[in-house]
Each structure stands twice: as C-alpha cells, then as structure tokens.
C-alpha cells in the first residue's frame, strides 16, 4: 500500500496549524462552487421554469462544492492521485459540459487514494461524492456516456498500474517480526601470532561482541570555501587600508564564517551556501584586491574612497542577510515538521 504523502508546503502546513485558515479556505471553496456552479450551469437553468430553475440552481452549487471539498482534500493527502484525475477532467471536457468536470475527477481522486492509499478514515470522503451524485443525478443520465466510461476505466487501470510501479521503486523492506529474529552469534577474532599465544589453540577471550560502526556526520569538508575565507581574513589585517576598511573587511568575514558553520552543520544549507559563496567570494576578494594595488602605487596615505567604504557595507549587509536566510530555512523546516507531527497526532485521534 502507498504510504500518505503528507504534503509539506506553506498551504498544506498553514492549513494543519490554524483553525482559522481551515474555516476561511472552506469558506472559500463555498464561494467558488457558487460561482463555478452558476456560471456552467446556465445552459440548464435556462430552459427551466422559475421553480425548477431554483432546484437546478441549488443542485449545481452543491454539486460542485461537495466536488471541491473532495479535491482540496486529495491536493492535501494524495497529489498524484489529484493529478491523475486531470485527465479525467479533460476527457469530460470533450462532451462540451463543464458542470460535471470537478465532479468526475473527484470521483477519480477519491477511488484512487482508495485503491492505492486506503486507510479507515479515507471512507468519510465518501459521504460528500454521495451528497454529489445525489446531485449531478438532477442533472445527467447515466446512459448516454458510453464513451467516456470506457476511457474512464482505462486511465483508471493505468493510473493504478503506474502508481504501484511508483510504490515498488520506492518501497523500503519492512523489518522483520521480531519473533523470527534469531540471536546473531559472536564473531571470533581471528587468533594473534604471539609468544605466549600460539596460532593453533584460539584464547577463550577472543570472543567478542561486534561494535557498532558510527558513520561520518560530516557531509561536506570541514571547512568549505576556507582559503577564500581566509584569504579575505589576512587582508582585514593589512596596515595598508585604513582601520574603518579594515573593520568592514573583518565584519565580513565573520558573516561569512557564520554562513560556513551552517553548511556544516545542516547539509540542506550546503546548496545555497555554496551558490553564494560561488557567486560574490572571488568577486570580494577581487574587488578588494584591485583597491588595495591602487593604494599601494598612491604616494602617501591615500585618502578612503567613500564609495569603497559604502560598497563594503552593502557586502557585509549582503552577507549578513544571506546568513539570516540560512536561519530562517532552519526555523521553517522546524514549524513545518511540528505541523505535520501535530497533525499525524490528529489524524490518530490524540488531540
């Protein structure tokens, strides 16, 4: 069985955490069936009388509204199945009708996750597609779409066959049960050639337990871009800049060893890191470098620019920001996993 994708972007987190946004965005799903309902259902409730009219009306909006809780429900849960269903959508499409599009490829989402995802809760989606069939029957016949339920049923086969080839690829082996694990016997040390311990007659003291082997937390060198770094260090300690550019130049070079322990300490901020240090590192170190030969061929003390003074301040807010990026990273990365722990923990039935 394929296991619950629980989505981790900004929406779905948002979504899981407050109540609030869980009233607003159904609130929206209300409106927008309102308005998709009305504006595809036009073309039935114009050859209908007043009363009939306002029945079809009201059918339309539930119809598709119950269509929509449904798919805002797979977006959450089950993307591929929602994907899948596009093509169902546009399949449907094909017969000239809009009205019955989120209907069929609700219809499609859902006996997806079913087949491919199904766990107990999942059957309460089915009490919204009902209230929808009830609906979409005040306006369709089931006969006349032969068509469209043979190729319904085929992407539906092929959808199912592509999603458990998904599921073989990506499967892990289950570990097995623990009462057919059977006790893994002491390896023996191979015996040591000494004087006192000869060859053929193994100590009984060569027997010992296997150590476990602790892999390397490092995942990349210990000190990423250090001789650039370092390069940039020796020059805030040149006498030949003036303290006030000597102080920007250290100021930057504690950023960027700030944004150096991050990538050794979180391999998800090697990526960015590494594409900032690639892009502005040589170009500082070059920059800074050109200023000082032009000091050096100056006579005398040469006068600080103040447009060499400012352009390393925007380096060092450049890099002090970038650093601040690194953080945040990390602290959306936490707020997203307490979101889907807390609401693994509501799925269960623990809070």
């Not at 597609?129 to 068509?147: K, N």
């Not at 193994?202 to 490092?218: F, G």
């Not at 602290?331 to 996993?337: G, N, P």
Request: contains cysteine.
């Amino acid at each position: 069985m394929r296991a619950i994708n629980h989505n981790t972007d900004i929406l779905s987190t948002t979504y899981h955490q407050s109540r609030g946004a869980q009233i607003f965005l159904h609130f929206l799903l209300l409106i927008a069936a309102i308005a998709y309902g009305k504006a595809t259902a036009s073309g039935y409730l114009n050859v209908a009388d007043s009363v009939v009219r306002k029945d079809l009306s009201g059918a339309s909006s539930v119809l598709v509204w119950m269509s929509f809780i449904l798919l805002f429900h797979t977006f959450l849960y089950d993307r591929l199945s929602l994907y899948y269903s596009v093509i169902i959508g546009a399949i449907w499409a094909f017969t000239g009708d809009a009205l019955a599009i989120p209907f069929w490829m609700a219809t499609a989402a859902l006996l997806l996750s079913l087949i491919t995802q199904y766990r107990f809760p999942l059957t309460g989606m089915l009490l919204p597609w009902l209230i929808g069939l009830i609906s979409y029957a005040e306006f369709y016949s089931f006969a006349p779409y032969a068509v469209f339920y043979v190729a319904f049923v085929i992407v539906m086969i092929g959808s199912v066959i592509h999603l458990r080839k998904i599921e073989k690829r990506g499967a892990v082996p289950s570990p097995a049960p623990v009462d057919n694990i059977q006790p893994v016997p002491l390896r023996r040390r191979e015996p040591v050639k000494t004087e006192s311990t000869p060859v053929d007659t193994p100590r009984e003291d060569a027997w010992t337990e296997d150590k476990p082997v602790r892999k390397s937390t490092s995942y990349i060198p210990d000190r990423p871009f250090d001789q650039d770094i370092t390069q940039l260090e020796n020059k805030s300690e040149l006498s030949d800049f003036p303290q006030e550019i000597r102080s920007e130049i250290a100021e930057i070079v504690s950023s960027a060893r700030r944004i150096q322990k991050c990538m050794q300490e979180d391999p998800k901020d090697v990526t960015p890191a590494t594409r900032f240090f690639q892009r502005y590192l040589p170009a500082v170190n070059t920059f800074i470098d050109k200023d000082l030969n032009l000091r050096r061929q100056q006579a005398g003390d040469a006068p600080t620019s103040a447009r060499t003074l400012q352009t390393l301040k925007d380096i060092r807010s450049m890099f002090d920001q970038q650093h601040q990026r690194l953080l945040e990273n990390d602290q959306l990365e936490l707020d997203t996993e307490m979101g889907v722990l807390d609401n693994l923990m509501k799925t269960d039935g623990f809070k």
